[in-house]
């Protein structure tokens, strides 16, 4: 609690100067204290040109990628072809036959053939198994998704499951315990 006399002291983000800056990014701040919150600020970066530039090399963001192999897409073919698209894909990670739009996948994730990922997080070393459909999810490190589950179509089947579901409809599938 202020007590009469004590200052209050604001840190204003437009006073930054950072090398290489766009005039668009001056004063970028996010509040990630709600999941809705945290899912949008961690969407923005996806855009093709967000507001927080992570490859301004004349001021890198330096963090702790681990030793893992590059990520990779494997399958070329007409009804099993692995991408990746306007995503960002850590090391490590393996799209195989599987289609991944506007998703950030952390560490070692694994998307099996013929599955669908899209406006999601997915935490370090997720696998999503083969036929899955995954929209506007946040996965807990470390899950196995079925073969064949849905997640983020049906947000009453989605709660069934035991997963959380915001207003905005994100759904949370958090290990148990």
């Known amino acids: 609690m202020l007590e009469r006399g004590d200052k209050v002291l604001a840190y204003n983000f437009n006073d930054n100067l950072i090398p290489g800056m766009k005039t668009g990014e001056r004063g970028y701040w996010r509040d990630v204290g709600t999941i809705e919150s945290y899912y949008e600020a961690n969407m923005d970066l996806v855009h093709v040109s967000p507001q927080l530039n992570l490859y301004n090399y004349k001021w890198p963001i330096l963090t702790n990628q681990g030793n893992y192999p590059p990520a990779k897409t494997v399958f070329d073919d007409d009804d099993r072809r692995g991408m990746n698209i306007d995503s960002y894909v850590c090391g490590g990670c393996?799209?195989?036959?599987g289609i991944v739009r506007r998703s950030i996948l952390g560490p070692l994730c694994k998307i099996n053939s013929y599955s669908l990922v899209e406006d999601s997080i997915l935490f370090d070393?997720?696998?999503?198994?083969?036929?899955a459909r995954i929209r506007k999810a946040i996965i807990d490190e470390n899950m196995?998704?079925?073969n064949g589950e849905e997640i983020g179509y049906d947000a009453e089947a989605d709660r069934r499951k035991?997963?959380?579901?915001?207003?905005s409809g994100i759904v949370v599938v958090a290990r148990k315990g």
Do not use: H, L, M, P
Request: proline share 0%; hydrophobic share 35%.
């Open 94 to 97: 393996i799209t195989s036959g």
């Open 125 to 131: 070393n997720v696998t999503i198994g083969r036929n």
């Open 144 to 146: 196995v998704i079925a």
């Open 162 to 167: 035991g997963y959380t579901v915001t207003d």
